[in-house]
């Protein structure tokens, strides 16, 4: 698999029916503001079925290069499928920063991801940043809502977060720009999914 530098500041992309969800294209748009401050290369990752004619727009709103895992096995997500294979690409690729949708989905797999790593896990976040070392900061609700705070992870890398929609706006998107296309394997599991969905 070909693969850009180590290091880059990645996006795991929502999408359904088709369509990416709005909460991708805010996340790509801050990820190219810290990719921007940083001197990194934006990456998007797209899981699915059929999701390959995604990655234009991922390319016009900020991406560099969009990794692309196609199976019928990811059609519906799974974390059976879905927490070892990221975890595999984000190992062996090293970005120093993950961004997830604080969605359903987002919120699920993160974790099962970040435990993965051994990472650390910004959850539910309002704001994401640079601090004066050019670390992620993590600013997120605590105490019920009643209050902030904003969190660093100092050694463990990725630096991961999940981040709540409206968070940032999107970029408009620039139809000339244009993302690598990289195509991630996706092999079967040795042993058969622990869980497995009946309906959605």
């Known amino acids: 698999m070909n693969q850009l530098p180590s290091g880059g500041v990645w996006v795991v992309v929502d999408h359904s029916g088709g369509e990416v969800e709005d909460i991708a294209l805010e996340l790509l748009a801050q990820a190219r503001g810290l ?3 940083l001197g990194q290369a934006v990456g ?7 999701v390959c004619g995604l990655a234009s ?5 900020g991406a560099d290069a969009v990794y692309v895992a196609e199976s019928p096995l990811l059609a519906v997500y799974n974390p059976s ?20 949708g604080a969605t359903d989905q987002g919120r699920d797999l993160a974790p099962r991801v970040a435990a ?5 896990l910004g959850s539910n976040c309002t704001r994401v940043d ?11 609700p605590v105490y019920g809502g009643r209050a902030s705070a904003t969190v660093v992870c100092p050694q463990a890398r990725p630096q991961m977060a999940t981040v709540q929609a409206g968070a940032a706006p999107a970029r408009r998107p620039d139809p000339n720009r ?3 296309v990289i195509p991630v394997e996706v092999r079967p599991a040795v042993e058969g999914p622990r869980l497995q969905v009946e309906d959605v």
């Open 81 to 100: 499928f879905y927490a070892p294979l990221l975890a595999d690409l984000l190992r062996s690729q090293g970005p120093s920063v993950v961004l997830w």
């Open 178 to 180: 244009q993302a690598r």
């Open 44 to 50: 998007a990752v797209l899981l699915g079925e059929d």
């Open 116 to 120: 993965r790593l051994g990472a650390g």
């Open 130 to 140: 640079l601090d004066e070392g050019g670390r992620l900061a993590m600013t997120r």
């Open 57 to 61: 727009l991922l390319g016009q709103h």
């Open 35 to 37: 990719a921007d401050r």
